[in-house]
């Protein structure tokens, strides 16, 4: 439930929003700021992974998270067009959350296999 009721439809991609409209500046800077760890912590397990497949499978997992965040923080400040993509972790839809947590369980798969494989 959004607290000023500036926002008809809440539950939507428009989340970010809803955020800025409860929280503030602090608060969207923090969210922007847990983006930017969990960005980071992909990157750093993809230059430690052990073998390449883990190491492109870390860089694509990372870039399509920060893909996602970007077009729709981009989106709820209108400098890009508006699209169905939604906020990773944080969006409404059911099948978005589950590939996301999906993903972020793939990295942390990544990063405690870092010896290298040997068939």
């Not at 996602?68 to 939604?86: D, E, K, R, S």
Request: aromatic share 10%; net charge neutral.
């Amino acid at each position: 439930q959004s607290q000023l009721n500036f926002l008809p439809e809440n539950h939507t991609d428009f989340i970010f929003a809803v955020v800025g409209e409860e929280l503030g500046f602090v608060g969207v800077a923090f969210l922007l700021l847990l983006y930017l760890v969990v960005l980071w912590r992909g990157v750093c397990i993809a230059r430690d992974a052990g073998d390449t497949f883990g190491r492109l499978l870390a860089v694509g997992i990372t870039s399509m998270l920060a893909f996602h965040v970007l077009v729709n923080v981009g989106m709820t400040m209108g400098i890009m067009p508006v699209t169905g993509i939604p906020l990773p972790l944080m969006s409404y839809g059911v099948s978005s959350l589950t590939t996301n947590i999906l993903s972020v369980a793939i990295l942390l798969n990544i990063q405690l296999r870092k010896q290298k494989l040997l068939f």
